[in-house]
């Protein structure tokens, strides 16, 4: 049996790699701070949905009122005026299945040829992508609206559905990520192999391409499910407004003299919108835990 030592230098690495990770006091009160800054409005507006009406003028905002309103609130949102929220949560899912989807089916088949194929005029692209990530989406509502109004197609879901596609910064993280998470020598062996260009995308890159699929899934789901002025200037049948512009219709009603007086529905509305984001993002982070390990470990 081979006994062997270990040197002063190797024996002074192996400890400090057993070492707790060092502290920082200022940067656990930051942290602390923004977490308190990121739940408060959480809370409050979880709390105030269990609130009725009178005890939401009456009662202090970051405490429960006299009685516990919630249930009878959400059957409340889901009923008033005809069930509306009903269709504009209906119509926010379309946006988001067709827009968002669309948006990361696109990105991940354009970053691939970007990242994995020379052609001319590449540079000439990747200068137009980071050009279009730095332009906000807002700077183009008006002159989309403005073309889109000579097609005809405002007020339509088309015209809030065409724009949601485009993700230049969907693309350029499809890009970079591509890059670095598929091995060009994989890629040929597939090809040795006699594989087609087509099957060495669904079968070779697309699982590698998981952590970064769901990364751009997340950022259109989000930007989709919350973009308000697009649909705001696109549509004025109330019937296909997304959740954020017909809550929105309703907070203007309820401050409309002589309107009714729904407060507790806008904010049991509000809660009931970001609950399927909040569900998307429990169930989807598996996958960049699984991306990360898997990345992590080397032969």
Do not use: C
Not at 91 to 108: E, I, M, Q
Not at 163 to 171: A, D, Q, T
Not at 188 to 212: H, I, W
Not at 221 to 246: Q, R, S
Request: aromatic letters at 14%; a neutral charge; hydrophobic letters at 50%.
């Amino acid at each position: 049996m081979a006994v062997t030592t270990l040197r002063p230098q190797q024996r002074r690495h192996t400890s400090h790699s057993f070492a707790k990770p060092r502290r920082s006091v200022l940067l656990t009160v930051l942290t602390g701070i923004i977490l308190v800054y990121s739940l408060v409005p959480l809370a409050w507006l979880l709390i105030n949905s269990t609130k009725s009406q009178e005890d939401l003028l009456s009662s202090f905002g970051l405490w429960f009122g006299d009685g516990f309103s919630f249930f009878s609130n959400i059957k409340d949102t889901f009923t008033y005026d005809d069930g509306i929220f009903v269709r504009w949560f209906a119509n926010t899912l379309l946006y988001v299945v067709v827009g968002a989807g669309g948006a990361t089916v696109l990105a991940v088949m354009g970053g691939y040829a970007l990242a994995k194929f020379d052609f001319p005029g590449k540079k000439g692209i990747f200068a137009v992508v980071l050009g279009a990530v730095a332009v906000p989406g807002t700077a183009l509502a008006v002159p989309t609206f403005l073309m889109f109004s000579k097609m005809g197609i405002t007020d339509t879901p088309w015209a809030v559905i065409i724009p949601s596609l485009i993700s230049p910064f969907g693309l350029y993280l499809m890009w970079t990520f591509a890059t670095d998470a598929i091995p060009n020598e994989l890629m040929e062996a597939a090809k040795m192999d006699g594989a087609s260009e087509f099957r060495t995308f669904v079968q070779v890159s697309l699982p590698l391409l998981a952590p970064g699929i769901v990364t751009v899934l997340l950022f259109s789901m989000v930007a989709t499910w919350n973009n308000y002025f697009l649909p705001l200037i696109m549509l004025k049948d109330p019937d296909w407004y997304p959740l954020t512009v017909g809550l929105n219709s309703w907070s203007q009603q309820a401050l409309t003299a002589g309107g009714d007086v729904i407060f507790n529905l806008v904010i049991t509305g509000s809660l009931l919108t970001i609950v399927p984001l909040i569900a998307a993002f429990l169930l989807l982070q598996r996958y960049w835990q699984s991306g990360l390990s898997a990345g992590s470990v080397k032969e």
